[in-house]
């Protein structure tokens, strides 16, 4: 029989500890020899499985990880990376929150996540707000996270009113730069567009966490990759997951870490030609002309 590797996350982790612990895992299987396979639990925490998302194998079910436990319990991934011993254990299964540690060599999951393909139906939606809103004209993603399930950390650090101040400046910084928002909150979205009149965003329809809204949220990811710089909330990994699909090309700025400090990344206004594809980029002029 083939060795496995097999990732778990819980009910309740959100998109972006999920992905990486997926792709990071599939990454660590490949580079090992080991059959991948994982398990993305869907129910009232989260509403999505992987594959309304992205084109991507399916989940083992919720009994076959429960019984998997049983024959082979979860156990520390840097273990297993690091103890030459545990090559030989039939299976390896994990469940973790963060990304898993790789071999050297390895590709970052980085890669496998910007390689994804999007689901069709989410593709055609992306296009064709970024067409309708912005095509060739460059702007600022704004993710902000108000909800009350939001972490403590991120309540603390990244309240509204600094988004209020760093958009502002950044709007004496570019000219007319716009904004595309992306809010956990009908509330916070309000606000942000009474105070930036020509910032736009997709209206949300989706209950917190439902299918719908997870969806809607993944639109909303590819359109903050497809901007020129981000602006994030600290301590969530969702930004995060838009910074990576453009391997790193467009900035993420948060309200904590070097740009709290004052070092803030400079600001390169580009496009993303296709923003199904946020990675791949040109180069834009003042007036939001390719330069290309």
Request: with cysteine; net charge neutral; proline share 7%.
């Amino acid at each position: 029989m083939r060795q496995r590797l097999i990732v778990a996350s819980k009910p309740l982790h959100g998109l972006g500890n999920r992905v990486r612990l997926v792709l990071s895992g599939r990454s660590l299987a490949d580079s090992t020899g080991r059959e991948f396979a994982y398990y993305w639990p869907v129910g009232s925490g989260f509403g999505a499985r992987l594959t309304d998302l992205w084109d991507f194998q399916a989940s083992i079910s919720g009994i076959t990880d429960l019984a998997l436990r049983v024959v082979a319990p979860y156990r520390d991934p840097r273990a297993l990376v690091d103890d030459p011993r545990a090559g030989r254990l039939p299976i390896w299964h994990i469940r973790s929150a963060n990304a898993l540690p790789l071999p050297q060599g390895v590709a970052s999951w980085h890669e496998s996540l910007a390689a994804l393909s999007l689901s069709p139906a989410l593709a055609e939606s992306v296009r064709a707000l970024h067409d309708r809103e912005f095509g060739v004209e460059p702007y600022v993603g704004v993710m902000v996270r108000t909800h009350r399930n939001s972490h403590d950390q991120t309540k603390q650090h990244s309240p509204l009113s600094w988004y209020v101040t760093r958009m502002h400046e950044l709007q004496e910084e570019l000219g007319d730069i716009r904004f595309y928002l992306s809010c956990d909150t009908a509330e916070a979205d309000a606000r942000l567009r009474g105070e930036f009149p020509t910032a736009t965003s997709l209206a949300k329809t989706g209950s917190y966490n439902s299918r719908t809204a997870i969806e809607e949220s993944v639109i909303d990811l590819y359109l903050l990759a497809s901007s020129c710089h981000i602006l994030g909330p600290h301590y969530s990994s969702f930004p995060e997951l838009a910074h990576f699909l453009t391997l790193g090309q467009v900035p993420l700025e948060t309200s904590v870490g070097d740009s709290y400090a004052q070092v803030r990344p400079p600001v390169t206004l580009s496009i993303a030609g296709d923003p199904v594809v946020p990675r791949l980029r040109t180069p834009a002029g003042p007036a939001g002309t390719s330069t290309a």
